[in-house]
């Protein structure tokens, strides 16, 4: 039992290294930032769309952006 609770002390170590690392890579994006402000958009959440999307140039409107995102027909 002792081991396993050092052992998920480690993996919570390093978990916590990871966001530490994720909070720093948000700081210093403008565009992470953009998209953490958007009710119910985190940390996590705010990079898996910044990867997902892309740059926004490359979208002509924001009706095409929408329709990518899947948020309308």
Do not use: H, K, N
């Not at 958007?38 to 959440?45: A, E, K, M, Q, W």
């Not at 990867?51 to 002509?60: D, P, V």
């Amino acid at each position: 039992m002792q081991q396993e609770l050092e052992l998920l002390d480690q993996v919570q170590q390093q978990i916590d290294s990871f966001e530490a690392r994720i909070r720093q890579q948000i700081r210093a994006t403008t565009t992470l930032q953009l998209l953490t402000t958007l009710p119910g958009v985190g940390d996590i959440l705010g990079i898996v769309i910044d990867r997902e999307a892309g740059s926004i140039q490359r979208f002509s409107s924001c009706d095409r952006f929408a329709s990518y995102s899947g948020t309308t027909p």
